[in-house]
């Protein structure tokens, strides 16, 4: 996940400026630009003081900080867009680019009170979610379970029913159920934010940074198109679980959530073993492997690196190292939520991570790590353009070196898997690409229908009555899952998923999962590891290792940062300019058409009630 720190808008007038060759204001606009710049680093300083110890005193100075720079922001904001009010007419596309960012002022555009009322909702659900503790299954008098790592840990390892049923519930109950009303006033001074901003509500808001008047279109069009894996995988996973939990299970064809071994039932790759395809071949969770070569959650990040600059990409820079936070202290509450930082200054990065040594959370390294790449590779542009081509972009960098990480042919290479083991062999790869789709394919509802949901609520579609009733109606329809047991008005169980609370953009992670599988086969051509004439060369076994071509490719467009249209951006990379669903249709081909046989052999029969 990527942080943003509020936007500072003052380097756009010395564009500005420069365009309209105006030298006189030349001194005032730099004072600006460094004032905005020392601003941004105080800010990102203290948020992250506060994400990496919750307290009172930094809370406080994390809210304070956070109001000047809104009023700051403003005041910019009010002086440019009076000077310019016809600035949508101006001939140069560049620089009407940089007012429209200009004039999207977010949170910030609230009057001063109301802003800091919408600052204190948005810190008090986060800071509930983030020191949210629950009571535990096997010792009932032991009341101090987090969800990282306890809960995580409990819900990937356990098959008691029983116990997973009371975590699932207990962290529901108590992490959403209380920020329900709190939610409700946010939602309303969110969307009086946006109408400031000129959008209609915060969902279109949002919509905005996709550049598309047809986006939701698009969304579900690329959803429909994927569905039928999707539930042919469904299918054969809930067969598999009847196998093991078979009273839990109806007919009405939808699975229990808390089965699922994820807290959100958005990655089911924690099951696999219960449902491996082929049982005697070898697994790529790489865990014990790790845990037995001494690996560290530094040495992660190092494995990690090693990775970006093999491929002639930008070392991470001493400050990450010597600042990051890559292990869940001891002695404070800490926002466990991994997430990467840039603090403004071209040489300050950073990520917090409550890592553990498992093949998951290698794999949240790299995503991490590849935030953190982005961030360098645009560093030299505009200070507005420091920013992913669409909110998707950031999300995806880490995640496509990843899809090469992950294979067995690196594994092997970096020695966390036997070399014995045949990487060609055709129930290796069905094994390998089945544990794929449990993370990737499995999560592709979940990613949408968060922000279906919030966009339901932000337009009025959906009020507090619904909240919860809207939630199930949706993950029902679209995952095909359901409550361990009945859940009502009382709950608000969108609020146990973090971004609900941190209000953070979901869609992001659904277009991410879409292009990170067009950036992979588009970077793998480049490398010669895949050739979709040659059935020696599949996609799903390419690993880009090395491949400078590759790596130049990638930067060449990440870059850019926000300077040009997504669609742009997408085309110096892979040479499109639309997502659409065909890469990670070849990436997982084998597998469909396995699962689909494999249904057919049970009589199991894709689909819900």
Request: hydrophobic share 35%.
């Amino acid at each position: 996940m990527k942080i943003w720190t509020l936007a500072i808008v003052a380097p756009l007038l010395i564009c500005i400026i420069d365009a309209w060759n105006l030298p006189s204001l030349r001194y005032s606009a730099l004072n600006l630009d460094q004032l905005s710049s020392q601003k941004c680093y105080e800010s990102s300083v203290a948020e992250w003081a506060y994400a990496t110890d919750i307290n009172d005193e930094n809370e406080k100075t994390k809210l304070s900080l956070s109001l000047d720079i809104a009023k700051l922001s403003k005041e910019i904001w009010q002086n440019v867009t009076t000077t310019f009010p016809l600035w949508r007419e101006f001939k140069d596309p560049d620089l009407v680019r940089k007012f429209k960012t200009i004039t999207i002022l977010g949170s910030a555009a609230l009057p001063d009170d109301q802003y800091k009322k919408y600052a204190q909702l948005e810190t008090d659900m986060t800071k509930h979610y983030s020191t949210t503790k629950v009571c535990s299954f096997k010792y009932k008098e032991t009341c101090n379970l987090s969800l990282e790592p306890d809960l995580i840990k409990i819900m990937r390892e356990s098959r008691d029913e029983e116990e997973l049923r009371h975590v699932w519930t207990e962290w529901h109950d108590k992490s959403g159920g209380p920020t329900k009303q709190t939610y409700k006033q946010f939602v309303e001074i969110s969307n009086q934010a946006a109408k400031l901003n000129n959008f209609k509500d915060t969902g279109a808001l949002w919509l905005d940074g996709y550049e598309s008047e047809t986006f939701k279109d698009d969304v579900e069009e690329l959803w429909q198109t994927l569905k039928p894996f999707y539930q042919q995988m469904h299918a054969y996973v809930r067969a598999k679980l009847r196998n093991v939990y078979g009273d839990q299970f109806s007919d009405d064809g939808l699975i229990p959530a808390h089965l699922l071994g994820n807290m959100w039932a958005q990655a089911w790759d924690n099951v696999f073993p219960l449902m491996t395809p082929y049982p005697t071949k070898a697994s790529i969770d790489v865990t014990e492997q790790m845990i037995q070569q001494g690996y560290t959650p530094l040495k992660m990040f190092q494995v990690s690196d090693e990775f970006f600059t093999s491929l002639g990409l930008i070392p991470m820079p001493e400050e990450f190292w010597k600042e990051s936070l890559i292990e869940k202290p001891d002695d404070r509450e800490v926002v466990c939520h991994a997430s990467a930082w840039d603090f403004c200054n071209k040489k300050d990065f950073r990520i917090k991570q409550c890592t553990r040594v498992t093949t998951t959370d290698l794999i949240t390294v790299h995503h991490e790590m590849g935030h953190i790449q982005y961030d360098l590779l645009y560093k030299d542009q505009p200070y507005f353009y420091r920013q992913g081509a669409n909110p998707g972009f950031h999300e995806a960098v880490g995640d496509t070196l990843a899809l090469s990480v992950i294979t067995p042919k690196h594994l092997k290479e970096i020695g966390l898997l036997d070399k014995s083991i045949p990487i060609d062999d055709y129930e290796t790869s069905i094994n390998f690409l089945f544990s794929m789709a449990l993370d990737k394919i499995a999560f592709l509802p979940f990613g949408y229908l968060t922000d279906k949901y919030r966009w339901d609520i932000y337009d009025g579609t959906v009020d507090e009555s619904q909240y919860n009733t809207h939630w199930w109606k949706l993950r029902k329809e679209y995952q095909g899952i359901k409550p361990p047991s009945e859940r009502s008005e009382a709950n608000f169980d969108a609020g146990a998923k973090f971004h609900v609370p941190a209000n953070v953009e979901y869609l992001r992670y659904f277009v991410s999962t879409i292009i990170q599988f067009q950036f992979h086969r588009s970077l793998c051509i480049e490398a010669g590891q895949y050739d979709p004439l040659d059935s020696n060369k599949p996609l799903h076994n390419c690993d880009i290792y090395r491949s400078k071509a590759a790596g130049s490719k990638l930067a060449a467009g990440l870059s850019m940062g926000s300077s040009k249209p997504w669609p742009e951006v997408m085309k110096v990379i892979t040479g499109q300019e639309k997502m659409d669903a065909s890469a990670i249709r070849e990436y997982f081909s084998p597998l469909e058409k396995w699962l689909t046989a494999a249904n057919e052999k049970m009589g199991e029969i894709p689909g819900w009630k």
